[in-house]
């Protein structure tokens, strides 16, 4: 059985990343409050692994979830690209008109704005989570309270769901990532074909620098399918840049790491993994 550390309660968005990641396997969500928790957890609890979301595709990157793995010393094994559909939800015999107040994590507020906008009478506040939303309505028994999550989140909680796909943009995924011990992560990885990277490095403050670490990955065929600029604090206007390959030779781009390291500084490879599967 797996131990999956993820930010929020079953029901959550993280929990149904890692159950279709896992798929067919038995899984153990450990529940945290926050990222850093999940780090922390995993650093007391070596076989513990994670499942952090990195990106949306419409809220954009999430950058502290960057410096947190990066800075872990964890590996990445793998990511779940997961198609997130958002639904009001209430306590059973609610009707929608009755709802004077919304609450949810803000990135699903600002994904529901349009639906919102129908309701412009009730108060929307912002929670922690989005899971954590209905079941705080539940446990408190709150009438007249509605909360945005995922339908599954209504299903385990006793809800009722009002109103279904009420995110504004239907092609709406959030990327999420499989972390673990770096020791681990061989053994994890033993039967995995590797076609995806994730590092991280600086580069020398002169003119032309990063340009010249593209034009290398570009001769080795690298695609990059991301690129993420971060700065690096106590470094004034020195920046780390994190980048995303996708490639179908595995030693070509072990040729192309091997050409650019002496390029770079702070150069580290995040994790080397399958493109994940992407929900429908």
């Not at 997130?84 to 803000?106: F, M, Q, R, W, Y």
Request: with cysteine.
């Amino acid at each position: 059985m797996k131990r999956v550390a993820i930010q929020g309660i079953a029901g959550s968005y993280h929990d149904i990343a890692t159950r279709n990641y896992f798929e067919g396997e038995e899984v153990e969500i450990v529940p945290c409050n926050t990222f850093r928790e999940v780090i922390a957890a995993m650093k007391k609890e070596p076989n513990l692994l994670g499942m952090m979301a990195i990106e949306n595709t419409i809220a954009g990157s999430l950058l502290q979830n960057h410096e947190l793995i990066r800075e872990s010393g964890f590996t990445i094994i793998g990511e779940y690209k997961l198609r997130i559909t958002h639904s009001l939800v209430a306590l059973p015999g609610t009707n929608i008109h009755d709802i004077k107040e919304i609450n949810s994590h803000p990135i699903a507020l600002m994904q529901c704005t349009e639906f919102l906008d129908t309701l412009p009478n009730v108060k929307v506040v912002e929670k922690g989570d989005t899971a954590m939303s209905a079941r705080w309505i539940a446990q408190n028994k709150l009438e007249g309270h509605a909360a945005i999550c995922g339908k599954q989140a209504a299903g385990i909680y006793g809800m009722e769901v009002l109103a279904e796909g009420i995110e504004t943009n239907k092609r709406n995924f959030t990327r999420f990532l499989a972390i673990s011990d770096r020791w681990n992560a061989d053994d994890l990885l033993r039967d995995t074909y590797k076609n995806k990277a994730s590092i991280v490095f600086a580069v020398p403050h002169t003119a032309g620098s990063l340009s010249k670490v593209l034009s290398v990955l570009s001769f080795y065929d690298m695609n990059l399918s991301k690129i993420q600029s971060l700065p690096i604090i106590g470094r004034e206007w020195e920046y780390l840049f994190y980048i995303n390959l996708c490639f179908t030779d595995y030693t070509r781009y072990k040729q192309a790491m091997d050409a650019i390291i002496p390029l770079t500084k702070d150069f580290k490879i995040l994790g080397e993994y399958a493109e994940g599967k992407q929900s429908v």
